[in-house]
């Protein structure tokens, strides 16, 4: 800041004569005088340096005379923010948010400073923040600089002709760098897969701005620019269904020299569906791009229904085709067969499905003259056609005959002979071995016949025959020994009413047979009085192998009825028979049925919370006694008496069973006196870990904080720890470690600022949550220490935005500025950053707080675009579990915004074409796709079209999550 000439401005010098005599507003009153334009914007210059006093009255005063020349207080603030004094900088950046006009000029000036190479964190921080204030209006400055980190945050939905100008900027300003450098493998480049874990800001852009509209502009412009990488990935990540413009640009890729994009884009195409079917017809006439094309059209599966034909007259193409064309993780060996172009023709027409039958004489000549020996590939197309596949049907019944599963067992104990390993063994051991394998392989000629002509007689026979079969695996006792019968029960699912009557003459015989007809008749009706009934009785007989098979049938297709769950607690909660050495894992496997329940647990909780007070009288408890008592805990509130049986387990000599119980007790905030204190020991326990970097130990720390906060009121005494959980140690050279101060006796001193880590993150929710009872010199340090850290763009979100949310809790009066603060850490903030404990103070702002509605509807949208752009499998270039947290993430974005805006339908839409996606990945995951179906329940979604997602769910559940969602679901529709 320039020093003033006193002799030369007769009103700076009145100015500070009137400071030395009346202090701070003589000054203002001298300098309100001014009536020169020029001279009281040179006068402005130096009126910050009275914005340091220690008179806050004086500083508002000082404030109000800057407001009147905005944009000549906002230069003068700017260089106030490069002085030495920490104190001194942070006063002039909270008058910058005061003062700056929002306006374009004002928006310039910030934005500019945003470039400065000499970093300084209090400029940057408070010149993002006056720029969040002024809102959209900085849109174009950010653009032109190509902040687009800061052009995500200043976006509203709203404001359309700001976001269409940002994203013809993107379009027509993306490089136009090119991918030729050769079609190579190198190990370096594959370290990480761009395309669904980067952060691009660019990218986040497109999914906020709308993914049609973004969409529409992609394309045209990789059209035009076919070797950009930036325009592919972007392509990439907004392929979806119906994205027909970025068909064009997509297709051309398959001409490029970069191998990895090139299968891709194939995989976008497919993606994109329908519309890119006849693009990709046309790509199979070019021999170069063929194989890419067919990769294509099998990944669309049935949408490339409409490429049959075509696809008919190459299936005499025996071109030979590379596997390194056609995936990334292929690899070429000599002892592999050649692949050929009508290979990849029949992988195309098997993912098409029934519409591909027309093909079917084609298929059956072509597979007879290249595999006369085996006759495995019939039952591929029977599964592929369904009903369609009646030409598929005799091979299905000559390989499952008696005659030819004998001779199959004959020729494979022949080959096993010779065998470097099974040459030594007996010839019973290598026909059991024989005999295992071609029963499962009988088992898939099964099912694919059931898929075909399910009521067919001769199909019946077999199956019953097979499910009679003695156990293939004698070396282990009773039915655990049995090849999956999971994989066999489905033949008689499909056509229940032809099966069900000889499954219930098998109940009257003994041993295996019987047991084996109640694990699939429990599959067929899980729910039907018949079937509690028998299970009831399995579960208190003494026939170990009985029970067993009831524990796997419930747990895989999940029974609802409460008097099923309730048997089946009872049963895990009586004590173990130290005589059965099956009884403790039987118990265990009653316990993984009723968590694999879900939420249909809620229905049995009066039954299960009867049972829970008749158990263990007055003595100790064991294991599964507790662990059942805990997942009545997390299902749903208990009463006292339970709660204390339960607290027996605080007093187990096993530190993981005393924390595990204190964790249960708290999801009914119970018994506050003897649990807190467990919670605490569990926290000191690990808190030693944290000196180097752990994910896992924070995750554990972070898991007793949340139980903490459950408590509100009732944990104010621990207020201290939590508060040293969620700061550090602020230094010139390192943020510090909580390790260095972690103890009992030590306490956050003043200077210090938020912490990182999901420890951190939930106890600052925990201390939110006891609200108004914290202490006031500890919300003066929490607001100290937020001061610090608030809003640097290379700071953790996540925790800026608890600090803020439990400021805003604590202090109680919903200051304006207090708000603000939530609603800038908001736009600071990725959809990774909300997690569950976060969405829930957001949803608890309510109907009142709307300001933070337009910043979640962003982050919903780039939610949703992040999820639909991973992949559910594992492998080097995706991740299941980022694929899973994602979708976890989009649902609390979802009932954020259900708690301020009830009834959003862009919400819906929203969650449904997610969910609409999800099922098209034929993931086999219960979540996210239970949690998408619970939401829009949640939701009161009355659509035809959730209905129809509802009924694709339930037809394909493969988890009793997913099965009680969509059932759920469709009976409120039905209800309506």
Known sequence: MRRFDFG?????????????LGGLPGAVLALDSADDAATVGDAIENLPEALFADDAEARSVAIERLKRKPHEAVAALLKALDGDDFDRRVKAGEALLAVAPRDAKTAQMLVRELEDTNYNVERQTYCWRALVRVGSIALPAATEKQDYGLCL??????????SAAVLEVLARDAPSDTDEIGDVREEEEQEVDPLWLSRDPRIDLLYAIGAQQSAAAIGKALDEKPRSNWLFDAAYRLSARGAASLVPGLVKQFGSTNFARRIQAAEALARIGRTAVPALVEATKDANRRPLALSALRQLGPEAADAVEPLRRLLDCDDVVKRTDISEFAIERDDLPPLRVSDLVLDALAAIGPAAAPAAKDILRRELAAKPASMEFAARWARAFGPKGSEFVPLLAHDLSAEATSERISAACAKLAVDEYYRDQPPSEIRRRASYEDYKYRQDLALAWSRVTPNDERLRERYFAMLREGNALVDEPGCRAWPNLKDLAPVALAAPEKYKPELLQMLDEHGESRRKALYVLTLMEPDSPATITRAVAALESGDADERYMVFTALAECGGYSPELIAALAKFAATPADQRDPNSESDKAFALRAIRNHGRAIEAALPQLRELAATIGGDGELSSNQLEFLRVIAHAGPIDERIA???????KHEEE?????????????????????????????????????PNSYVEQEIAKYARAIGRYGNAASGQQDLLLKLSLRQRTDQDLGSPVEWFDREDAPREGWCIASGRHAVESLVALGRIGPHVRPETLATLRDAFRYTAFDRDFEAASQLAAAIAILRIDGRKTAEDVAAVIEALRLASPED???????????????????????RVLLSVARGRFMS????????????????????????????????????????????ALAWELAQFAYEAEPRASFLDMLVELDDRSSEFHKLAGQAAARAHWPAVRHAANQALRRAGER
């Not at 945050?153 to 700001?162: E, K, R, S």
């Not at 204390?644 to 605080?650: F, I, V």
């Open 834 to 856: 909300i997690s569950p404990s976060l969405a829930e103070e957001l949803a608890a702002l309510g109907t009142r707080q709307k300001e933070v509605l337009p910043r979640l």
């Open 870 to 913: 991973s992949r559910p499998d594992d492998s080097p270039f995706s991740s299941r579990d980022v694929y899973i947290e994602r979708g976890e993430r989009l649902v609390n974005l979802a009932q954020c915004i259900a708690a301020i805006a009830p009834g959003d339908e862009s919400t819906r839409a929203l969650l449904r074409d």
């Open 644 to 650: 204390r049986k339960l607290a027996r387990g605080l």
């Open 656 to 692: 993981r069973e005393r924390h595990a119980t204190a964790l249960a007790l708290s999801m009914s905030a119970a018994l506050p006196k003897a649990t807190l204190p467990m919670l605490v020991d569990a926290i000191y326990a690990d808190a030693e870990y944290l000196e180097t």
């Open 8 to 20: 030369r401005n007769s009103i700076c010098r009145a100015a500070w004569i009137a400071v030395l």
């Open 153 to 162: 945050a200043l976006l509203d939905p709203a404001d359309t002709a700001a």
